[in-house]
């Protein structure tokens, strides 16, 4: 069965410090790959997509970047984190519009 | 451009009483929909889905139907629970696999 995996749960880092969040599917090969940003008591914003190796798209500019090392790792990163990028970030990945998203279990940033 | 509105929360009701959460699109061709439900301090997870006119979704208790004619994947439940209490959020998905999400719409039950 598939499964994705994200990490870490929680992170308390302090403004200007780097940032990387990494996100792992099992079970499945050559799924797109999605990373979502939840602030406090809102919806959600798609900041990158992923339909393979190396392919990222962007959806918003902002202070992060996004990678696919491998088939099924992603991996969002910041070189200098803000205040504003303190958020709950959701990794999902799909196989096909029918199909939907599975998400993780999201990674809590506070940027103190 | 390609969209879904949900109705506002947060909705606030007694336990056993009736849900509905209104979810409408905007969208060409022939999308899938889903509803998605998410508890605190977790992630979002696939509550029930359609990906035809006319379909209907179930699962839980919860029901949608797939209406072509008025764009609409509306969210019912016969008698909610507190533990039914979290956001549910409405989305779309087109041929590029992407889903489009709607608000989200918070869900308060009380015993």
């Known amino acids: 069965s598939q499964t994705i995996h994200q990490w870490p749960a929680t992170l308390v880092q302090p403004v200007g410090s780097p940032l990387s969040l990494e996100c792992t599917v099992e079970?499945?090969?050559?799924?797109?790959l999605y990373w979502y940003r939840q602030a406090a008591g809102r919806g959600l914003q798609l900041l990158f997509y992923?339909?393979?190796?190396?392919?990222i798209s962007s959806e918003v500019p902002q202070n992060l970047s996004a990678s696919r090392p491998q088939d099924r790792q992603f991996i969002l990163s910041s070189k200098k984190l803000l205040l504003s990028d303190s958020g709950f970030y959701l990794c999902?990945?799909?196989?096909?519009?029918?199909?939907?998203?599975?998400f993780g279990s999201g990674t809590r940033l506070t940027v103190v | 451009g390609n969209s879904v509105t949900q109705m506002e929360g947060p909705v606030t009701l007694s336990e056993e009483a009736f849900l509905t959460i209104n979810c409408t699109y905007t969208?060409?061709?022939?999308?899938?929909l889903f509803w998605y439900v998410q508890y605190p301090g977790e992630g979002l997870q696939l509550l029930l889905k359609?990906?035809?006119?006319?379909d209907k979704g179930s699962n839980k208790g919860f029901e949608a139907t797939y209406r072509k004619e008025t764009t609409s994947f509306h969210l019912e439940k016969g008698s909610v629970q507190v533990s039914d209490s979290a956001v549910y959020f409405c989305?779309?998905?087109?041929?590029?696999?992407?889903?489009?999400f709607g608000q989200g719409t918070t869900l308060q039950v009380k015993p």
């Open positions: 989305a779309w998905g087109g041929n590029t696999g992407k889903l489009i």
């Open positions: 969208a060409t061709g022939y999308p899938s």
């Open positions: 992923s339909v393979g190796i190396g392919q």
């Open positions: 359609a990906t035809k006119a006319d």
């Open positions: 999902a990945w799909s196989l096909d519009r029918v199909y939907g998203y599975t």
């Open positions: 079970g499945t090969s050559n799924p797109n």
